[in-house]
């Protein structure tokens, strides 16, 4: 089983507009709404891929019953901790004119105590039968970042960290199999910028050096870097076709590469598969529900390229 486990998933409005202008009224020429939020773009698209998976989040609130009505139309197995507070709403605005995108993201809501505690058994119980498990996502507010080294210790089988920050330094000496910031995302966990690619290498072997296994770089259209304590590749991205919303891109690639190394396969050929999947992703309105037709033949046309 891949599991999938977030603290602050969401209900998501995804907006078009022929021209968007900011300040003034703009009628949407679409509107469509989904669940979302980093766990359940990764759950969806991982059960996409096909093969067992459990998606496990908090959930309350009036979104709820939306949340349940749509996973339950796509057959996407899930667990939740209910909470007291209501499940944040987001809005995705897609101006199709300029190709212009903007989110308007409300912050997870705090929870209680006993609801961390209770997703805290929730995760040990699942990730004890997992094969592989993919922590997504920000925390709460007010959740303490040490909550997600008390996540990996309960996990026993190869984890995918897509989270960046205080949390996954207190995580590294843990030896997480995989970590998957973007490049934004490292910087702020280094404390620097990372101007050059030979800056990014060196942070990224810092991170190995402090216990992951496999770190793995995304930068939007840009290529993928890959380290581990054996050397360093440039992954090349699939050139787009038919640009939509690449809300999630990232968050598909993770489920991606957790479906690969399941089913065996080595980093690079997940990291391949990952591209893929999120080359497919860009083509959807929504996130984490692609088209999985040519997934695998497309995974072999990705370039890896090993540096020097």
Known sequence: ????????????????????????????????????????NAGIAAHRLGGPTLTLAPVG???????????????????????????????????????????????GRPLSAGELEEFLRAYAEEAARADVAVLIGSLPAGTPASFYRRLVERTPCPAILDFRGEGLMGALDLRPFLVKPNREELAQ???????????????????????????????GSKPIWVTSSEGVWCVHPLPPDGLVNPIGCGDVMAAAMAWSIRAGRSVLEAVRLGVAAAAANLRHPLPGRFDPTGIHERAGEVHVEPMA
């Open 1 to 40: 089983m891949i599991l999938c486990a977030g603290l602050t998933p969401a209900w998501q409005q995804v907006m078009f507009f022929d021209a968007f202008r900011y300040g003034e009224v703009n009628r949407a020429d679409e509107a469509l709404w989904c669940a979302s939020g980093k766990v359940f």
């Open 61 to 107: 609130g009036p979104p709820r019953a939306e949340i349940e009505r749509e996973l339950s139309q796509m057959g996407v197995p899930y667990r939740w901790v209910v909470t007291q507070a209501s499940t944040r709403v987001c809005t995705t605005i897609l101006d199709r004119g300029s190709g212009a995108i903007t989110e308007l993201v409300e912050n």
């Open 189 to 219: 966990t280094v404390g620097r910028t990372l101007d050059s690619d030979a800056e990014l290498v060196e942070a990224m072997h810092a991170l190995n050096r402090r216990g992951a296994a496999w770190v793995v770089v995304t930068q």
